[in-house]
């Protein structure tokens, strides 16, 4: 039987020899194809998937994109999907590669420093490669990923076949236990929505760290070694372990925080925070450690020259935009002496001020004069409350899917 595909799994008609009796339905990414009912639908295990759409039928358990339903992350030449939990992309394969083999490197440098030349050569380049196909292996099956290394491991120190047999077993039980120790670590942080590289260091440096003190330790004990090589050896494995699948789970964990936005059932897309995953707060940057609003406006000396610059560059600092490109002199003027005589109420309705928050900035779209007559007020005697109150209860746009223009205050008044 030859079955063609389209990119996302639907079958292309009329290509591709099958007969009846012998149809196999293991099929795109050899997952079962359900056909009862014209269904049409593959079972990935934790989700069905229709190759029509392109699309999962039930919500991405790792909430990796933007939508939960998206298949292969969109990209189905780049990306697999074992069991329905988990995009695998190319990065992902080569990332865990290059992790897995600098851990088995450094977890059995004692055993390459004992050689030299060609023959340490050969034995990092297969510690290496022992490493990155477990790496790879874990994507699927941590278990038979840990077994694989500790026994492999035991083959290249040339360790009897007993002894292959229950380092592949402590191996595996390693696997086990960090994987379930991530894991759970990874659902109390979700608990408390942290995600982006912070959620996925710490998880990762978890799961990696009680692994790898798990194989070293009980890998030198169940080989003879005394207590204290035990610890020893399961010190440096937890600690190389730890960093090593701290730094790539985070790294990832924050990429896809700032490839896929947060969607809010409005459909408004909000940008996340590369460290934290949450939503970026206002006037804070994509890397930005201090993810607070940046509302507040903190100036302790007046500032005695008022300028049509000066209130230009001020706005500029605080992420303040126009989305016209000028203002009248006359109307600030207006609105500046209705502040300065106590007659300017920000929270009346007719004085609110609206517009867009994108990318952190604020685009002011209603209300040009009163923020610039509000900034001149607080340059000139040093009171913000004004302009915080303006910007905080107005109305604004979070990420419009539309161009919108973005200007920095107008310099000069007409």
Request: charged residues 15%; without cysteine; glycine residues 16%.
């Amino acid at each position: 039987m030859e079955v063609d595909y389209y990119g996302f799994g639907g079958a292309l008609v009329g290509i591709g020899v099958q007969r009846t009796e012998d149809r196999n339905l293991y099929q795109f990414q050899g997952k079962e194809r359900e056909m009862a009912f014209d269904a049409n639908i593959y079972d990935f295990h934790a989700r069905q998937y229709d190759p029509q759409l392109g699309r999962f039928m039930q919500v991405d358990p790792a909430d990796q994109f933007a939508s939960g339903y998206t298949g292969m992350g969109n990209n189905p030449v780049m990306g697999i999907d074992p069991n329905g939990e988990f995009v695998i992309t190319t990065a992902i394969i080569i990332g865990v590669a290059i992790v897995g083999a600098a851990f088995n490197v450094a977890s059995n440098w004692d055993d390459i420093s004992s050689s030299s030349g060609w023959s340490a050569f050969g034995k990092i380049v297969g510690y290496a490669g022992i490493g990155a196909g477990s790496g790879v292996l874990a994507l699927y099956n941590p278990v038979a990923a840990g077994a694989a290394l500790g026994g492999a491991n035991a083959l290249m120190r040339e360790a009897p076949l007993e002894q292959v047999i229950i380092q592949a077993a402590v191996g595996g039980a390693a696997a086990y236990a960090g994987a379930a120790v991530g894991g759970k670590v990874a659902g109390a942080l979700a608990g408390k929505n942290l995600s982006g590289f912070l959620g996925g260091f710490i998880s990762g440096a978890a799961g990696g760290g009680a692994a790898g003190f798990l194989y070293g330790s009980l890998g030198t004990w169940f080989g003879g070694g005394s207590f204290e090589d035990g610890f020893k050896n399961g010190f440096r494995s937890g600690l190389i372990g730890g960093l090593l699948a701290g730094t790539f789970q985070g790294v990832a964990q924050g990429i896809s925080a700032l490839k896929n936005p947060n969607i809010d059932l409005d459909g408004n897309a909000s940008s996340r925070n590369f460290w934290s995953g949450r939503d970026r707060a206002s006037g804070r940057g994509a890397f930005s450690l201090n993810n607070s609003p940046k509302t507040s406006i903190h100036v302790n000396n007046a500032q005695k020259v008022v300028s049509p610059k000066t209130v230009s560059e001020f706005a500029s600092d605080y992420n303040l935009r126009a989305s016209q490109p000028g203002v009248v002199k006359a109307k600030v003027q207006e609105y500046y002496n209705k502040m300065k005589t106590g007659n300017f109420d920000p929270t009346l309705k007719k004085n609110m001020v609206g517009g867009f928050t994108k990318n952190g900035n604020y685009i002011i779209g209603e209300g040009h004069h009163r923020v610039a007559a509000a900034i001149a007020y607080g340059m000139r005697t040093g009171n913000y409350t004004i302009l915080e109150s303006l910007i905080r209860g107005g109305l604004w746009t979070r990420n419009p899917n539309y161009k919108i223009t973005q200007n920095a205050f107008p310099k000069t008044w007409k």
